[in-house]
DNA sequence: TGTACATCAGTGAACGCGCGTTCACTGATGTAC
DNA sequence: TGTACATCAGTGAACGCGCGTTCACTGATGTAC
């Protein structure tokens, strides 16, 4: 037994009619061409006419779903954020054993997300790209975006429930006076609280470094920009990234 | 003297006419207008129409300075690569002396992107962010593209030149056997040969490794991936571009 | 220096396109009694 | 179980928008003799 809202009296009716079950079918289908069509045209491509051409439906029809080109726009944004965390989370966990050698734990994670980078390079660029002007990804997003960083904190984070990073207070190499390590850590305070609470300084700093070398790697590859620079992205991905898990331990030695 | 070609005969004539002059004059307002839009809009709201609006134009008198939207959006990306690669060239000469400490040298090239990048938003993304479906950036985008490299790099050439990267054959600390250490060095061959000739592979590696960061670091920062993450994402910029600078130190070491 | 002609800049109207969204409507499904 | 009514899905026509691009044209600037 469902329960179900009616949308327009508020009340609750303890059935789930025919009606209602095509209507989620059809939104699933829905969603299902938007996203084809987003990840052959780019969200400026998105045209509700178009889907519905596809759907052999009336461009009105669409309303009956979607309250407009925004609020579809914001639903497959969301879904892509989803897909991702999702991905990466799944890699996590397989290595949650953890007797493997830490270089294949440290990648996992990375892996997982240039594959499905280039699986779904449309989705990554919303994701990652330039924002689509005029347009705000909605705050949901929010929520998947922590699970994918989670996911990919979590070998750090196993290292320091195995006792590898000793002393929470080290001093950091290339800082060296109080008052530029405290700039450091008041500006790193969000990041280090969700995800590395307790974590040495340095490490919270060498994880965001990282992370951000691995989505850059990701988009300079799915962008175009390793044409006449790099001939085979992948070895340099991997390598790149094992030497990220090697600063991250070198940083709390 | 101005050597002038008639573009329809083909023919050279010796005198440029003040035809010419406002010919050459309205190209550069055309251009100027047109890039406060792009700055504006984006290159998806690029609109010849617009910008004649602007100009006091009817929309069919562009067409008498560019035979198009893409040839106009072409040209305004060149000048977006040529901006950007001028600044960083500009900030790369001023460390020439080299007898400041090396910390200073390093960052000069990476803040001067930043600052361009905080500037000119739009044309960051242009240049590094998703790029425009159905459209293709133009072959002479290479030239800038290397410019902007070759400055990056030039601290880690004069590090060279200064004979502090001793060893050439070095062997590369994450990569144990020598299959592996050959398909890095295969991957990355177009850099190595343009860039740093006979550096070691390690140094050809971390310097490229940078480079991604120090563009992830940006691009994440302007497309608004630091809320709820960074405070302040200069302090995490200038201290993990010096980190990058440790790395490729320790690397040759 | 003056004249006939060629070249070019810019105009204004028009074409055709695809778009998001609205609206009155028909017919089917669900609900209350 | 049957009937009257409410709800909802989907249609098809239409609106208004801004766009890139074409084209015949006018008038000004440059060129050749």
Chains 1, 2 share one sequence.
Do not use: C
Not at 108 to 124: G, K, S
Not at 158 to 178: D, H, K, N, V, Y
Request: hydrophobic share 50%; charged share 20%; aromatic share 8%.
């Amino acid at each position: 037994v469902f329960a179900k809202k009616n949308e327009h009296t508020g009340a609750m009716s303890a059935s789930r009619t025919a009606r209602d079950r095509v209507r989620d079918e059809l939104t699933k289908e829905i969603l299902a061409v938007a996203g084809v069509h987003l990840a052959r045209d780019g969200a400026d491509g998105l045209s509700l006419r178009a889907i519905a051409r596809d759907l052999d439906m009336a461009p009105s029809a669409l309303y009956r779903y979607f309250s407009g080109r925004d609020v579809l726009l914001s639903a497959l944004i969301l879904a892509a954020y989803e897909s991702l965390a999702d991905q990466a989370e799944a890699a996590a966990e397989q290595l949650a054993p953890l007797d493997q050698p830490d270089g294949a734990a440290w990648l996992a994670v990375p892996l997982a997300m240039r594959a499905w980078a280039l699986a779904h390079p449309h989705e990554w660029a919303l994701i990652f790209g330039s924002p689509v002007p005029g347009y705000e990804a909605p705050q949901a997003t929010l929520v998947p975006y922590a699970r994918l960083a989670r996911a990919f904190v979590l070998p750090v984070r196993q290292a320091q429930a195995a006792g590898r990073f000793a002393s929470p207070s080290m001093a950091l190499p290339a800082l060296e006076t109080g008052a530029e390590t405290d700039a450091l850590r008041a500006a790193l305070v969000p990041v280090a609280e969700s995800l590395l609470p307790d974590a040495p300084l340095a490490v919270v700093a060498d994880a965001l470094r990282a992370w951000t070398t691995v989505i850059g790697m990701i988009s300079l590859e799915l962008f175009g920009h390793w044409r006449n620079t790099i001939l085979e992205p992948d070895v340099f991905f991997t390598y790149t990234t094992l030497s990220l898990a090697g600063t991250l331990g070198r940083s709390a030695a």
